[in-house]
């Protein structure tokens, strides 16, 4: 399963006030609708320890595709799972661009995952919805493993429909944080991974 590092007592660049809240997912929502380059041009804004925390965070995200900067957010074996998808998509679409496509939206999305949690904004229907996909999802995990393992076991069909469940709950879980073109992401990462041909 994928893990995303929360520690709460990991040192973050926001500060979990009310105030800065409103300012995590104004940016969160803000930040898909900029330029991910590394250059990117600067805007004005005001120069304090929040506005240049902010910017600090969305020049991250603008390179956090890199798989190597990405294992700051995601332990080791999940990043070996991300690599294996990698080269699974590869091979299935026989396109580098697709596999990458598919990486960095997995990847920008447990980083925002990420932020969002370590600064306190999810509420309780949120958090039980959290708990749920994270049910689904291992027992999704557990039925892949099976498959493998265990000759004449293999169900696609029940596996897109388990992908679909998670989509749902992530749809849920962000919902009231983040941006049209991030709920777009998670159609694109789900839709790809639930393909009956991939699959």
């Known amino acids: 399963r994928i893990k995303v590092m929360t520690d709460k007592n990991m ?3 926001i500060n979990s ?4 809240n409103k300012m995590v997912e104004k940016y969160l929502q803000e930040i898909d609708d900029e330029e991910d380059s590394a250059d990117e041009e600067e805007t004005t804004v005001n120069t304090s320890a929040q506005s240049l925390g902010l910017r600090a965070q969305k020049k991250l995200l603008g390179k956090i595709s890199s798989k190597s900067v990405a294992k700051i957010f995601i332990d080791e074996t999940s990043s070996r799972v991300l ?38 904004l999810f509420n309780e229907y949120e958090s039980k919805c959290i708990d749920e996909f994270h049910n689904r999802f291992h027992s999704l995990a557990k039925a892949v493993v099976t498959f493998y393992e265990v000759d004449f076991t293999y169900d696609r069909v029940f596996l897109a429909r388990m992908c679909k469940e998670c989509q749902d709950l992530v749809h849920k879980i962000i919902s009231t944080h983040l941006s049209q073109k991030s709920h777009i992401r998670i159609d694109y990462i789900f839709n790809t991974l639930s393909n009956l041909q991939f699959i």
Not at 17 to 20: N, R, Y
Not at 83 to 94: E, G, I, P, V
Not at 105 to 115: A, C, E
């Open 11 to 13: 040192p973050t660049i």
């Open 17 to 20: 006030t009310e105030g800065t």
């Open 83 to 120: 690599d294996n998808l990698h080269k699974l998509t590869r091979a299935y679409s026989d396109s580098k661009k697709e596999a990458d496509k598919l990486l960095k939206s997995i990847i920008k999305t447990i980083v925002k995952l990420g932020i969002l949690y370590k600064n306190d």
